[in-house]
């Protein structure tokens, strides 16, 4: 990580200038120096895990972080005040603890969570909140931070000049906004998406009566759903991500209703056919009437003309389904790769 190493040799290089240095600039400099480098690294990692990164994957990098924060943080400790003032400094030294602190403890508790965030709704809706929350303690000790910068500035007479600070805190602020906009959505589809996978296990278990309560859930979370779609504000006017939910709810609507009903049919006729089957089997063949005759072929026919419809709506379904959610990803993928900063 280049300027993980970078920053460790600021800190030899400007170290001797913090200790013995008059010149409020220079004081402000070394410490602002430290503290921007690691906001930039903490930007570049917390938009790798949302940018579709797994947390677990990025281990090795949050590891680093929290080695060179923790270095960061005990320089600055050893730094004297400016003047006697201690207080820039102190405020330094806290900014490195609150991160260190959202490295260790939150996105330690992130990257656990991950791992089950698929197993429920309330799983994925809590794993999603702990991310923001992580976010938000990072927001707030970078605005913490900045206050103390222009205090010490306007204390000392100095004119900041607006850089490359000033644009981490703008990629900052958007990409939030453009998050809160992807996870509202994305709970939006993985309510109905999870609900979904739980009708076709009940189905998988030829279980009728999970069936039916799967469906009905499934078709609740899609009513839901879509009323949601409407409550949501667009972000730039895209509408992208919207319209892919839409879409996938729509399926998942058109399935839960006649979809199923071809299975249920398809069970029923089975059912029937397995008992009728049985029945004329128990008969010797010079008991059999006419009669019996025609009711095992028409339950024959029957149970065949279901099963070709269970196949026939079954590799339909299969072939939408994932062109929605093929869609979905897509549009989601272009939508933060379009919105959110990339780059220093």
């Known amino acids: 990580m280049k300027h993980l190493l970078s920053l460790a040799a600021l800190f030899l290089a400007l170290n001797l200038t913090a200790q013995s240095s008059s010149n409020p600039g220079e004081y402000m400099d070394y410490f602002s120096s430290e503290y921007l480098q690691i906001q930039e690294d903490m930007w570049d990692y917390t938009r790798s895990v949302s940018h579709g990164k797994s947390a677990r994957k990025v281990e090795k990098r949050r590891s680093e972080l929290i080695q060179t924060t923790s270095s960061a943080k005990n320089k600055a400790k050893r730094a004297k005040g400016f003047k006697e003032d201690v207080r820039y400094r102190d405020s330094v030294v806290m900014y490195f603890e609150l991160i260190e602190i959202v490295l260790k403890e939150d996105y330690a508790k992130i990257v656990d969570m991950e791992a089950i965030a698929e197993q ?40 900041i000049i607006e850089g490359e600070d000033t644009k981490l805190d703008q990629k900052m602020e958007i990409a939030n906004q453009v998050y ?10 993985f309510k109905s998406y999870k609900q979904e996978l739980y009708l076709m296990e009940a189905i998988d278990r030829n279980d009728i009566n999970a069936i039916e309560q799967n469906r009905d859930a499934l078709l609740s979370t899609v009513e839901e759903g879509m009323g949601k779609l409407k409550e949501v504000k667009l972000y730039q006017g895209d509408k992208s991500m919207i319209e892919a939910t839409r879409n996938l709810l729509k399926f998942y609507q058109k399935e839960a209703g006649e979809g199923i009903d071809v299975i249920l049919e398809f069970f029923e006729a089975n059912e029937s056919f397995a008992k009728i089957k049985e029945a004329f089997e128990a008969k010797k063949e010079k008991n059999r009437t006419q009669e019996d005759v025609d009711t095992f072929n028409a339950a024959v026919e029957k149970v065949n003309k279901a099963v070709n419809d269970y196949n026939s709506g079954n590799e339909t379904a299969n072939k939408e389904r994932g062109e929605k959610i093929d869609n979905w990803n897509k549009a989601a993928e272009k939508f933060t790769s379009k919105h959110v900063p990339r780059g220093k």
């Open 120 to 159: 429920s709704y309330d799983a994925m809706e809590a794993y999603m909140m702990a991310r923001d929350l992580a976010s938000d303690k990072m927001k707030e000790a970078g605005e913490m931070i900045n206050r103390e910068h222009r205090k010490f500035a306007e204390d000392n007479g100095i004119t």
């Open 180 to 189: 809160d906009h992807y996870n509202e959505i994305y709970l939006i589809f």
